[in-house]
């Protein structure tokens, strides 16, 4: 009896472990794909001077070469993940954006360059769709966005992540530059980084096998899904509209942040990047712990009835954004404005983690994958994409004047994540019936279930 008993209580402690286990993987995947998409931006300088690259060509391969891969690809990935299985998914996505991530240091010109970094955003277009819907069917309601937060870490944990085993695999590579590989010949020092950040991508793939694929909740009859997603969507129209819109200019405010930032640190306080990127680094690490959180909250939200908790929360927390914004950008004290400029971080911070867990909720199984990859391309292509242009234009044509870009800042992230605050409210007079309609659906479809 005793020999029985041991394995029922291995696999019964398992089955608690292995949902969080899965969770930690697919972390680890998202912090691997920030790393293979980052590390180039530290090898510039490099990269030009080697192949002679001007500015312009340089940001092609930063921004569109990889951006509009990921958003064009994220679709067909996303029906990938609706119908074939989701580790699959997981795993030939990161085999491609790992080897393109190799083919880039072995790049001899520009058109080789703007085709590898193609291939990366091809790849990582397929870990967030299947991620999700993993997620979502792993765990209960009352605890995947716990979950999903745990892997919405992923951008500022790998970020911090890139600048420092990025930093420290571009310095190795800097001091056994000119190395013979076998098969490849004499690299330099951009190229050895490039391939060693590539390849452990390639042997890490084989842990999306490591947890099991979970049996998909949340099925509708037949006749419900007859429609397509963009039908499915035009169904819905005032409610898809107002959380496209919404989340859209959330990303607009959080992406011209991001882009810059550091810059305006620089012309404003003198600051150089040694002096700031510690400081930096804190932000990012205090903004990946709150993600967590903030999940935490909503789970407690939700287990107590709120069934737009996800989208409702975010609202409490943008409506801080645009007083705090304006009083970041006016301050003249670096510190306060360090300081400040963190809390805004903490409140935009991971917007796609609120789009993510809603649309696990309200969205068909069979169009889940399908859905994020369109609110992945409007909100991460799209918006964040033109962004950083709205910011330039501004400084450059309205006040023309490079010392304004602090009042560029300050006006496109006030009034994006104003305009963002008032759709999204608007959102919530529609999101609460189809939510507790879909609740009524999956309720009634258990009951004919058979025993």
Not at 79 to 88: K, N, Q, V
Not at 113 to 121: E, I, K
Not at 172 to 181: E, F, K, Q, W
């Amino acid at each position: 009896m005793l020999s029985k008993s041991r394995p029922l209580g291995q696999t019964s402690l398992w089955s608690r472990i292995e949902p969080w286990w899965m969770v930690g993987v697919l972390l680890m995947f998202y912090v691997l794909s920030i790393l293979d998409r980052l590390v180039i931006n530290m090898l510039v300088i490099p990269i030009q001077q080697e192949l002679s690259l001007s500015d312009f060509q340089i940001s092609l391969l930063l921004g569109p070469a990889f951006a509009i891969c990921f958003g064009i690809c994220g679709y067909p990935l996303g029906w990938a993940t609706d119908r074939f299985s989701r580790r699959g998914v997981v795993f030939g996505g990161i085999i491609f954006w790992s080897v393109a991530t190799v083919l880039t240091g072995l790049s001899k010109g520009f058109p080789m360059l703007f085709a590898a970094r193609m291939g990366v955003g091809a790849g990582e277009a397929s870990l967030q769709p299947a991620a999700y819907s993993l997620i979502a069917d792993k765990f209960p309601k009352e605890r995947m966005t716990t979950a999903l937060s745990i892997f919405g870490m992923g951008p500022k944990v790998g970020t911090a992540f890139a600048f420092g085993v990025g930093g420290w695999v571009i310095s190795y590579a800097a001091a056994h530059g000119g190395m013979n590989l076998p098969l490849i010949g004499e690299v330099t020092a951009w190229r050895l980084a490039m391939i060693m950040i590539g390849l452990p991508g390639l042997l890490l793939a084989l842990l999306a096998f490591t947890f099991k694929e979970p049996a998909r909740k949340n099925h509708v009859k037949p006749a419900a899904t007859d429609a397509n997603v963009f039908a499915y969507m035009g169904q819905n129209k005032p409610l898809f509209t107002t959380l496209l819109v919404g989340f859209a200019f959330a990303a607009v405010a959080a992406a011209s942040l991001i882009s810059w930032v550091p810059t305006y640190i620089t012309r404003e306080f003198g600051w150089s990047p040694k002096e700031y990127a510690p400081i930096m680094g804190v932000i990012n690490i205090i903004s990946a712990s709150s993600i967590l959180c903030k999940g935490v909250i909503i789970d407690w939200l939700y287990k107590r009835g709120v069934a737009d908790a996800h989208v409702r929360f975010y609202t409490w927390l943008l409506a801080t954004s645009a007083p705090l914004a304006i009083i970041a950008f006016s301050t003249k004290d670096p510190y306060w404005f360090m300081g400040l400029y963190a809390i805004v971080d903490v409140v935009l911070v991971s917007f796609l983690l609120y789009i993510a867990a809603t649309l696990q909720l309200m969205m068909p199984n069979r169009m889940r994958g399908q859905t994020t990859a369109i609110f992945m391309f409007v909100t991460a292509t799209i918006a964040a994409g033109i962004a950083p242009t709205i910011v330039a234009s501004l400084t450059d044509f309205v006040f023309a004047d490079k010392q304004a870009l602090g009042k560029s800042l300050m006006l496109v992230t006030s009034v994006a994540s104003v305009i963002a605050f008032i759709t999204l409210r608007i959102s919530l007079r529609y999101l609460r019936p189809v939510l507790e309609g879909r609740a009524r659906e999956q309720e009634a479809q258990m009951e004919v279930q058979p025993t």
